[in-house]
C-alpha cells in the first residue's frame, strides 16, 4: 500500500476502509512501522472503520523536521486528526509504544475528539513514574533510552551490521517471535531514511522543561475517555507490573488485560485476541455502524 501525505501537517499514512467510515487512527512507536497495524487493519476494516495509520513524525515519509518532542507530536498529530477527519469528528484512537506515549497526550490534550482508545505495552504515564521504583529491573529494560540520548553515537551504532540492535531489541521484546524478513527490511529503510530524528523522541526526554509539561498536562483530572489497555506477559521492554493500579488515572470506562505468551509487540504475535479486543471495545462506544 502507498503512502498518502498530508496537505498541512506533512504526515505520510496508509489510508483504509470507507471515506466516510468512522476514524481509527493507528499509532505505532519504536522501531517500527504502520505496517504493524495490517492485521488490526484488516479486522476493523471489516468491520465498518476507517483505519489511518500515519508514519510517526521524525520517520521517512512524514516529516523529519523538529520539533519531536512527545508534547509537540501529540500537537501534531491533533492537527493530522483535525485534517483527516474533520475538526467536530469523534475518532478512535490506537497507540503502541510511542504511539501510546504521544497518544495519552492526545487524549488529556483533547479528550472530547476522541470516542474511545486501545493502548498497548505502555501503560498510563503516571502509573509508570509511580510503580518504577519497585520494579528496578525496569532500569535495565530501559538502558537503550539513556543510549539513544546521546548524539551521533547511537545512531552510528544503530546503523551497524545493517540495523542488528534493532533486530536485537524485537527479539528481546518479543521472545520467539520474529517478523517476516521484508517488514524488517521495510523497517530498516525507513530508520535509515529518518535517523537521527526517530531518536529525538528519547532525548527530548533529557530537558526538566520537557518532563514538567508532560507531568503538568497529566496531573489534570483523570482521563475520561473509555480506554482498553493491553500488555504482553512476556514484554522485555516494560515490566508487565509497572501499569499496576493504573485504573484510578482513568475517569471513564478502563478495561486491562493481559496476554501470556506475548511480548511487546502483542498485536503481531496474538493478532486474533487483540484484534477481537480492540473491535469489541470499540464496538461497544460506537453509533451504530453500516453493514460490513
Not at 532500569?139 to 547511537?154: D, T
Request: one cysteine or more.
Amino acid at each position: 500500500m502507498l503512502p498518502v501525505k498530508s496537505t498541512t501537517a506533512g504526515i505520510a499514512y496508509r489510508d483504509s476502509g470507507d471515506v466516510g467510515a468512522p476514524v481509527v487512527f493507528c499509532v505505532h512507536g519504536f522501531p517500527d512501522i504502520p505496517r504493524t497495524w495490517d492485521p488490526l487493519t484488516a479486522t476493523l476494516v471489516g468491520k465498518g472503520y476507517r483505519v489511518v495509520a500515519p508514519w510517526l513524525p521524525g520517520y521517512a515519509p512524514s516529516s523529519l523536521a523538529a520539533p519531536l518532542d512527545p508534547v509537540s507530536v501529540a500537537d501534531r498529530l491533533l492537527a493530522f486528526a483535525d485534517e483527516i477527519a474533520g475538526a467536530d469528528s469523534s475518532i478512535y484512537l490506537v497507540g503502541h509504544d510511542w504511539g501510546a506515549v504521544c497518544g495519552y497526550l492526545m487524549l488529556y490534550k483533547q479528550p472530547e475528539r476522541f470516542r474511545a482508545a486501545a493502548m498497548l505495552a505502555i501503560p498510563h504515564l503516571r502509573a509508570v513514574e509511580e510503580n518504577g521504583p519497585d520494579h528496578p529491573s525496569q532500569l535495565l529494560r530501559s538502558s537503550y533510552m539513556a543510549f539513544f540520548q546521546v548524539p551521533f553515537v547511537s545512531e552510528r551504532a544503530l546503523r551497524v551490521r545493517s540495523f542488528a540492535m534493532v533486530e536485537k531489541l524485537w527479539q528481546i521484546w518479543s521472545p520467539g517471535f520474529e517478523p517476516e524478513i521484508d517488514y524488517m527490511d521495510e523497517l530498516k529503510t525507513c530508520l535509515s531514511e529518518s535517523l537521527p530524528a526517530p531518536l529525538l523522541y528519547y532525548r527530548a526526554l533529557r530537558s526538566p522543561k520537557q518532563i514538567r509539561s508532560m507531568r503538568a498536562l497529566l496531573a489534570d483530572d483523570p482521563m475520561n475517555v473509555p480506554t482498553l489497555y493491553l500488555h504482553g506477559e512476556r514484554d522485555g521492554c516494560m515490566v508487565p507490573a509497572i501499569g499496576k493500579g493504573q485504573a484510578k488515572y482513568f475517569g471513564s470506562m478502563f478495561e486491562e488485560v493481559h496476554l501470556a505468551e506475548a511480548g511487546h509487540f502483542l498485536h503481531l504475535e496474538r493478532p486474533v485476541e487483540v484484534n477481537t479486543a480492540v473491535a469489541d471495545w470499540f464496538g461497544t462506544h460506537s453509533p451504530s455502524l453500516p453493514p460490513a
